[in-house]
């Protein structure tokens, strides 16, 4: 943006002031001229630095004349390249054809999917897995509207993704005419931002928009809707591809009063813990983490995002924390006396009944979303600002503190409550085809799970230690979401084991899109927990609905031959002597293989924390069964 | 707690579905929103009135300046404001009732702007809470119809709330507390006010 050839010279140290409302399109977020309260980075700056490790702009932008004589579908094609895009994911259709006429030259590696949702999730994964920003291309009306379980998944998450929707000429908008659907009226609440871009002239401008927006600040999907005329219409004479973002904000470093405040507050702490969230990940604070943990001696949980971020081999580790974590996370938070949570938002899937929820600690909350501070919890200290600024500059202040009687507690915690599953039953139960999983990868592969319980077994029951190698849907908990997901991971690391981990109902949601993996000879790995069941609502329905299991048992194809018939390695584990070999035998293929490993039904996950209930209240289940004494309440054990 | 906000937003479609679509989706309750022109054509201002606690106003002003579209988010709370509304009201006005609906309107400062046979239109602003007094007091007269436009509202004195000005970022505080100094281009951000409200440890 220095070098920007703006006329009214972007990116320079000029305020802002009267300037911006003469101009066309005038600056960029204007340069830092906030009084008081937030720090806007000149967004050149911020798009230097990076939101998951990429430039966002791959050049100045400005009054330029180089799209010249260029249709709208070529300048795209041309943009995602600049933008440093390599793959996408989609789907034609009538009004997205132009476009696809541009990809007939593969300068992008581009997967077919077979249903939009599919192409939605595999951008998600790849961007989870990355840290680039996702692209989904697909046409109007049913294309785009396919797109809206992966966008509202996306946007839950924080998940940088761009989707690119064909939609009808711009003047048959509004006549209900074929494959017309109100797309960005329809995907306004799941997306940060969306755009009808009605002019050719202005579509430069907003990819460079929809790229910043995607990848900076708290991430998230953007829809961008492309009427034919736009990606067919040709621009004549000079454009100004200056984003125009008067209203955005990128919160960067915290403000180091707040930041202090929050080292003090941790350095004179008995009991703290740090409480870890997918932000951690997004915002690549994970070294820090982990420092600030060794430095201070403080035990840390993460939640189910932020798996991966600290090293679970680590005596500090507490595991996952939540309705399904473990007994020890939850524990720790409820006696803790310094909750310090870092990119994590808070959800009730953490906290149980906010009520009860962690009640002698002061609480440290390190966000760079504002509106996520004190939201669900009053918090003490709030930091605003990107985690990995922020912890940079608290890492220093943190005194380093033995704390042996919190840590001592913490291990009694950890060898009385372990994640346990009695191995009683003929059939393998799902917990030990994890524990095998995790064995023979030794939890280096790249994870993605459907949503249930085997997603929740998952997360107990792989030591995780490395980020982004937990892909799984977090916020809204979509079905269907591991197969696509491990597909677009491995799109974004083809030389890396991938597996998806998944129930037997979420895999067939999109199991056509084995189809495409057979296609890519994409050589993703799928391990299907079949308990023939939709089993975390048969253990709803077992537990709160008097064993009324109203529609959740699956009658299921044979997944081995089905998987076949794609061309994909089909193996079947239905004893429980053989997991090990068949996870072997799955990870040592070459090729795309799918596992059908039969398994119990009738298994519950716990801890559980019923609604209602605070995490220290939770049922046990067979987690207790491994306390030295008859005693399982936390306080004996104090 | 009754609370006036003001969003200056982009001027381009979608926007005010946005808010909408926000308020609703959050369950926060609007008592009135009006939308119109400002200054400066690329932006407009919004003027919402809502019904919240503390708490929830903090939220509606988080989640407001969260919105991509929206540029800058004011509320009220402690800053002196000049607020309005207009009214247009239709009154049954036999010929012997008109003379005293003429007086009334007169004492409040509105004006008769349409006269039937038997009706009389008075245009009225002000206050919401003068407005209110008014339609009491000709409540007996007969209400043949009301429309109100909603509050709008400015603070007194020079600050302004222009989009381009250089206070466009500091939503995050009220407006009492953003007088603050101004930022260096390097220099550290000065902290919210949330984040000035919480006590550092002791
Ligand atoms: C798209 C979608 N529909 C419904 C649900 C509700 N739901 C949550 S878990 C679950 C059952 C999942 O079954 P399965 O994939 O077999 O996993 P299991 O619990 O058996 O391990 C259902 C129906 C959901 N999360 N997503
Ligand atoms: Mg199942």
Request: glycine share 8%.
């Given at each position: 943006?220095?070098?920007?050839?703006?006329?009214i010279?972007a990116?320079?140290n000029?305020?802002?002031?009267?300037?911006?409302?003469?101009?066309?399109?005038?600056v960029?977020?204007a340069?830092?001229?906030?009084?008081?309260?937030?720090v806007?980075?000149?967004?050149?700056?911020?798009?230097?630095?990076?939101?998951?490790?990429?430039?966002v702009?791959?050049?100045?932008?400005?009054?330029?004349?180089?799209f010249?004589?260029?249709?709208?579908?070529?300048?795209?094609?041309?943009?995602?390249?600049?933008?440093?895009?390599?793959?996408?994911?989609?789907?034609?259709?009538?009004?997205?054809?132009?476009t696809?006429?541009?990809?007939?030259?593969?300068?992008?590696?581009?997967?077919?999917?077979r249903?939009?949702?599919?192409?939605?999730?595999?951008?998600d994964?790849?961007?989870?897995?990355?840290?680039?920003?996702g692209?989904?291309?697909?046409?109007?009306?049913?294309g785009?509207?396919?797109?809206?379980?992966?966008l509202?998944?996306?946007?839950?998450?924080?998940?940088?993704?761009?989707?690119?929707?064909?939609?009808?000429?711009?003047?048959?908008i509004?006549?209900?005419?074929?494959?017309?659907?109100?797309?960005?009226?329809?995907?306004?609440?799941?997306?940060k931002r969306n755009y009808?871009v009605k002019n050719?002239?202005d579509?430069?401008?907003?990819?460079?928009?929809?790229?910043?927006?995607?990848?900076?600040?708290?991430?998230g999907?953007?829809?961008?809707?492309?009427?034919?005329?736009?990606?067919?219409?040709k621009?004549?004479d000079?454009?100004?591809?200056?984003?125009?973002?008067?209203?955005?904000?990128?919160?960067?470093?915290?403000?180091?009063k707040?930041?202090?405040?929050?080292?003090?507050?941790?350095n004179a702490s008995?009991?703290?813990?740090?409480?870890?969230?997918?932000?951690?990940?997004?915002?690549?604070a994970?070294?820090?983490?982990?420092e600030?943990?060794?430095?201070?001696?403080?035990?840390t949980?993460?939640?189910?995002?932020?798996l991966g971020?600290?090293?679970?081999?680590?005596?500090l580790?507490?595991?996952m924390?939540?309705?399904?974590?473990?007994?020890?996370?939850?524990?720790?938070v409820?006696?803790?006396?310094?909750?310090?949570?870092?990119?994590?938002?808070?959800?009730?899937?953490?906290?149980?009944?906010?009520?009860?929820?962690a009640p002698?600690?002061?609480?440290?909350?390190?966000?760079?979303?504002?509106?996520?501070?004190?939201?669900?919890?009053k918090?003490?200290?709030?930091?605003?600002g990107?985690?990995?600024l922020?912890?940079?500059e608290?890492?220093?202040?943190?005194?380093?503190?033995?704390?042996?009687?919190?840590?001592?507690?913490?291990?009694?915690?950890?060898?009385a409550?372990?994640?346990?599953?009695?191995?009683?039953?003929?059939?393998?139960?799902?917990?030990?085809?994890?524990?095998?999983?995790?064995?023979?990868?030794?939890?280096?592969?790249?994870?993605?799970?459907?949503?249930?319980?085997?997603?929740m077994?998952a997360?107990?029951f792989v030591?995780w230690?490395?980020?982004?190698?937990?892909?799984?849907?977090?916020?809204?908990?979509?079905?269907?979401?591991?197969?696509?997901?491990?597909i677009?991971?491995q799109?974004g690391?083809?030389?890396?084991?991938?597996?998806?981990?998944?129930?037997?109902?979420?895999?067939?949601?999109?199991?056509?899109?084995?189809?495409?993996?057979?296609?890519?000879?994409?050589?993703?790995?799928?391990?299907?927990?079949?308990?023939?069941?939709?089993?975390m609502?048969?253990?709803?329905?077992?537990?709160?609905?008097?064993?009324?299991?109203?529609?959740?048992?699956?009658?299921?194809?044979?997944?081995?031959?089905?998987?076949?018939?794609?061309?994909?390695r089909?193996?079947?584990?239905h004893?429980?002597?053989?997991l090990?070999?068949?996870?072997?035998?799955?990870v040592?293929?070459?090729?795309?293989?799918?596992?059908?490993?039969?398994?119990?039904?009738?298994?519950?996950?716990y801890?559980?924390?019923?609604?209602g209930?605070?995490?220290?209240?939770?049922?046990?289940?067979?987690?207790?069964?491994?306390?030295?004494?008859?005693?399982?309440?936390?306080g004996?054990?104090? | 707690?009754?609370h006036?906000?003001?969003?200056t937003?982009?001027?381009?479609p979608?926007?005010l579905?946005?808010?909408?679509?926000?308020?609703?989706?959050?369950?926060f309750?609007?008592?009135?929103?009006?939308?119109g022109?400002?200054?400066?054509?690329?932006?407009?201002?919004m003027t919402?009135?809502v019904t919240?606690d503390?708490?929830?106003?903090?939220?509606?002003?988080?989640?407001?300046?969260?919105?991509?579209?929206?540029?800058?988010v004011r509320?009220?709370?402690?800053?002196?404001?000049?607020s309005?509304?207009?009214?247009?009201i239709?009154?049954?006005a036999?010929?012997?009732s008109?003379?005293e609906?003429?007086?009334?309107?007169?004492?409040?400062?509105?004006?008769?702007?349409?006269?039937?046979?038997s009706?009389?239109?008075v245009?009225?602003?002000?206050?919401e809470?003068?407005?209110?007094?008014?339609?009491?007091?000709?409540?007996?007269?007969?209400?043949?119809?009301l429309?109100?436009t909603?509050?709008?509202?400015?603070?007194?004195?020079?600050?302004?709330?222009?989009?381009?000005?250089?206070?466009?970022?500091?939503d995050?505080?009220?407006?009492?507390?953003?007088?603050?100094v101004?930022?260096?281009?390097?220099?550290k951000?000065?902290?919210t006010?949330?984040?000035?409200?919480?006590?550092?440890p002791?």
């Amino acid at each position: 943006m220095s070098t920007s050839t703006s006329p009214i010279g972007a990116g320079a140290n000029v305020p802002a002031a009267k300037t911006t409302s003469k101009a066309p399109h005038p600056v960029v977020a204007a340069p830092l001229h906030g009084a008081g309260s937030i720090v806007v980075e000149n967004v050149a700056k911020a798009t230097e630095s990076t939101a998951g490790g990429l430039p966002v702009l791959g050049r100045p932008t400005g009054k330029t004349d180089r799209f010249n004589g260029m249709t709208g579908a070529q300048i795209l094609l041309q943009m995602l390249l600049e933008h440093g895009v390599t793959d996408a994911f989609g789907y034609p259709g009538g009004a997205i054809l132009p476009t696809f006429d541009q990809l007939y030259e593969k300068q992008l590696n581009f997967i077919l999917v077979r249903h939009e949702q599919g192409a939605g999730h595999m951008a998600d994964g790849y961007a989870r897995a990355t840290g680039k920003p996702g692209i989904v291309i697909v046409t109007s009306g049913p294309g785009a509207t396919n797109t809206v379980t992966p966008l509202a998944t996306a946007y839950m998450d924080s998940i940088p993704m761009i989707v690119f929707s064909g939609q009808v000429r711009s003047y048959l908008i509004g006549n209900d005419a074929f494959q017309e659907a109100d797309v960005t009226g329809i995907t306004r609440p799941v997306t940060k931002r969306n755009y009808l871009v009605k002019n050719v002239r202005d579509l430069p401008r907003i990819i460079n928009e929809a790229f910043i927006i995607a990848t900076t600040g708290r991430p998230g999907p953007v829809l961008v809707d492309l009427p034919v005329d736009v990606t067919t219409g040709k621009i004549e004479d000079a454009v100004d591809d200056t984003p125009y973002l008067p209203g955005y904000k990128i919160f960067k470093a915290g403000h180091s009063k707040m930041v202090k405040a929050a080292a003090d507050l941790i350095n004179a702490s008995e009991r703290p813990v740090l409480y870890v969230g997918g932000g951690a990940i997004l915002s690549q604070a994970w070294p820090h983490v982990r420092e600030i943990a060794r430095k201070g001696n403080i035990p840390t949980t993460t939640t189910l995002l932020g798996l991966g971020a600290f090293d679970e081999n680590s005596p500090l580790s507490l595991h996952m924390l939540g309705m399904h974590g473990s007994a020890y996370a939850n524990y720790a938070v409820q006696e803790s006396d310094c909750l310090i949570a870092v990119g994590a938002r808070f959800d009730d899937r953490v906290t149980g009944n906010l009520k009860l929820f962690a009640p002698k600690a002061k609480i440290v909350h390190v966000d760079i979303d504002p509106s996520s501070i004190s939201k669900n919890v009053k918090v003490d200290v709030p930091v605003v600002g990107d985690a990995r600024l922020c912890l940079e500059e608290m890492l220093g202040l943190i005194e380093s503190r033995p704390r042996s009687s919190w840590l001592a507690q913490v291990a009694r915690w950890k060898a009385a409550f372990p994640f346990a599953y009695k191995d009683d039953t003929a059939l393998s139960k799902p917990q030990a085809v994890i524990e095998a999983i995790n064995k023979v990868t030794g939890g280096k592969a790249v994870f993605t799970t459907g949503v249930g319980q085997h997603q929740m077994w998952a997360a107990q029951f792989v030591r995780w230690s490395i980020p982004r190698s937990m892909i799984t849907s977090g916020g809204l908990g979509t079905m269907g979401f591991g197969l696509p997901a491990a597909i677009g991971a491995q799109v974004g690391r083809p030389n890396e084991l991938v597996i998806d981990i998944d129930g037997d109902a979420s895999y067939i949601m999109t199991a056509m899109e084995l189809a495409t993996m057979s296609q890519y000879n994409l050589p993703v790995k799928v391990a299907i927990l079949n308990n023939r069941f939709q089993g975390m609502v048969r253990q709803w329905q077992q537990l709160f609905y008097k064993g009324r299991f109203s529609h959740s048992e699956m009658v299921n194809p044979d997944f081995a031959a089905m998987a076949e018939s794609f061309g994909i390695r089909g193996l079947r584990c239905h004893r429980k002597e053989d997991l090990i070999q068949c996870v072997e035998e799955m990870v040592n293929h070459p090729g795309p293989c799918v596992v059908d490993f039969l398994c119990e039904t009738d298994e519950n996950v716990y801890p559980m924390v019923a609604s209602g209930k605070g995490l220290h209240e939770m049922e046990l289940g067979i987690v207790g069964s491994a306390a030295p004494n008859s005693n399982r309440e936390m306080g004996t054990l104090a | 707690m009754r609370h006036i906000l003001t969003a200056t937003v982009m001027n381009e479609p979608g926007v005010l579905a946005h808010v909408a679509n926000m308020f609703s989706a959050r369950g926060f309750n609007i008592d009135s929103l009006v939308v119109g022109r400002t200054e400066d054509p690329n932006f407009s201002r919004m003027t919402i009135v809502v019904t919240a606690d503390e708490r929830t106003l903090d939220q509606v002003r988080k989640q407001l300046a969260k919105i991509v579209t929206v540029v800058k988010v004011r509320d009220y709370k402690e800053t002196p404001y000049v607020s309005r509304d207009l009214m247009l009201i239709k009154l049954s006005a036999a010929s012997s009732s008109r003379s005293e609906i003429i007086e009334l309107a007169a004492l409040f400062r509105g004006r008769v702007v349409d006269v039937g046979m038997s009706s009389l239109m008075v245009e009225l602003s002000g206050e919401e809470e003068k407005l209110d007094a008014f339609v009491e007091l000709v409540r007996p007269y007969g209400i043949r119809e009301l429309a109100r436009t909603g509050v709008i509202a400015m603070s007194r004195g020079a600050a302004t709330n222009a989009a381009a000005d250089e206070e466009v970022r500091t939503d995050q505080r009220p407006a009492t507390a953003r007088a603050a100094v101004r930022q260096p281009l390097s220099g550290k951000r000065q902290p919210t006010q949330q984040e000035l409200e919480a006590t550092p440890p002791g």
